[in-house]
Each structure stands twice: as structure tokens, then as C-alpha cells.
């Protein structure tokens, strides 16, 4: 079966950097993608990994290892309004979207 | 552009009573999709349509029908409902179905059913 894991819910504090982990299996691989989702709100796109290596893009930064089956998304300078869901997803070879269920980031000043 | 909206943003219905769901685009994309999200649990994809006129199952179409009359419209459809299909409905859209198909979505529909 396909399956993402990432951690259920994270705590950090304001100002200071966190790492938010994916694993994966999946039939396939066509990129893995990074959304951000505030709570009640729809997700919105935060990265996008298709090769090896790290992504970086302002505060956010994000890692992929195809043959490790891993990613994870790095926020640095953490603000209250980072406080929210990361949603990890995989394309799939049938190019469907496989979601994780999300991790929440708790952040505390 | 709005983007991608949705109608209604909330609803309560009864068991056994139907409804359906809007969704809009206005950025010409092709490829549209229905997620239904529940706490602890990923985002599941229940019908997508890859172009006007067309539509496929999902991951979880069961209980569930689409129409993509127009290209800008997808509408998701529930017969009969049931409790179990308490949910935050998503619709999304994307201009291309392969790699690097980053997903547009609406606000999201709050859907409970007594």
C-alpha cells in the first residue's frame, strides 16, 4: 500500500529553527510537495522536490532523498504565524497526490 | 481572480437528505479534484476530472457523484447522506495532471450530518 508518515504534532519556539520529517512509500515517485495549512483554512502551497538535494526558499527550506524515501521541510526564524499544519505529498506514478495526515506546529514565544 | 471558490462554505443536513457542492476556478485549469479531510487522517481524494466532460473515481468515491459540465465548474454530489460523510470538503484545481502538478484550493466546505 502507499503510505506517508509524519510526526503528529511539533512544539518550538518563537525565533528559533524546526525540522518537520516525511517518509514515504509509495508506487512511484513524480515529486513530493510541501503545503502549509492554517487551522480552518485551505492548504497553500509552500515547496516542490523532484531531484535530490535541498530547496531552499526565504525562511523555508526543503530536503528530499528519493532513495531514502525522505524529505523534510525546515522553517528558520520561527513567527506566531507559523504556528500551523505541514502537509507532506507525493506524487505518485499514476500522477495522483498522496497526502500525509499533517503535521501541527505548535509554536511558543 | 478569485481562484477557487466554493459553495456553500457550511451545511447541515439529515440523514438520507442530498446536496450539492460548487466548486469554481477561474484560472483555466484543466484538472480539478474533490478531497474530503478528517482529523488525523490525510487528505482523500474522492472524484478528480481531467478535462471538460470528464470525471474518475478517487480514492473514496463511494456514496459520492461529479459533473464537470463546464470547464470551470466541478460539482460534487451526495444522494443520500450519511453521518459518516461529516467532513471539510476540498475542491482543488492544477493546469497539469503530471510532475510538478501544484494543486490550487478553494476555502473548503463544512459539512455535518445528523
Known amino acids: 500500500g502507499q503510505n506517508i508518515d509524519q510526526p503528529t504534532e511539533m512544539t518550538a519556539t518563537e525565533g528559533a529553527i524546526v525540522q518537520i520529517n516525511c517518509t514515504y512509500q509509495t508506487s512511484g515517485f513524480n515529486g513530493l510537495f510541501w503545503y502549509q495549512q492554517h487551522a480552518g483554512e485551505a492548504p497553500t502551497f509552500l515547496s516542490y522536490n523532484v531531484l535530490d538535494g535541498l530547496e531552499e526558499k526565504g525562511r523555508f527550506s526543503s530536503f528530499l532523498s528519493r532513495s531514502k524515501g525522505y524529505s523534510y521541510l525546515l522553517l528558520k526564524e520561527l513567527q506566531m504565524k507559523d504556528s500551523a499544519s505541514y502537509l507532506c505529498?507525493?506524487?505518485?506514478?499514476?500522477?495522483?497526490?498522496?497526502w500525509g495526515a499533517g503535521t501541527k506546529l505548535i509554536i511558543k514565544p | 481572480n478569485a481562484g477557487v471558490t466554493q459553495t456553500p462554505k457550511f451545511r447541515v443536513l439529515k440523514t438520507g437528505q442530498s446536496m450539492t457542492l460548487l466548486c469554481a476556478q477561474d484560472m483555466n485549469h484543466e484538472y480539478m479534484y474533490w478531497y474530503r479531510q478528517d482529523p488525523g487522517m490525510g487528505l482523500r481524494l474522492i472524484h478528480y476530472?481531467?478535462?471538460?466532460?470528464?470525471?474518475a473515481k478517487g480514492e473514496v468515491p463511494d456514496g459520492y457523484n461529479v459533473s464537470r459540465l463546464k470547464k470551470q465548474n466541478f460539482l460534487l454530489g451526495l444522494e443520500s447522506a450519511a453521518p459518516s460523510q461529516t467532513s471539510v470538503y476540498f475542491c482543488?484545481?492544477?493546469?497539469?495532471?503530471?510532475?510538478?502538478?501544484?494543486?490550487?484550493f478553494g476555502p473548503g466546505t463544512r459539512l455535518t450530518v445528523l
Open positions: 482543488a484545481s492544477s493546469n497539469r495532471l503530471e510532475s510538478y502538478n501544484e494543486q490550487f
Open positions: 476530472s481531467v478535462g471538460e466532460g470528464t470525471t
Open positions: 505529498a507525493v506524487t505518485d506514478s499514476n500522477y495522483q497526490l498522496i
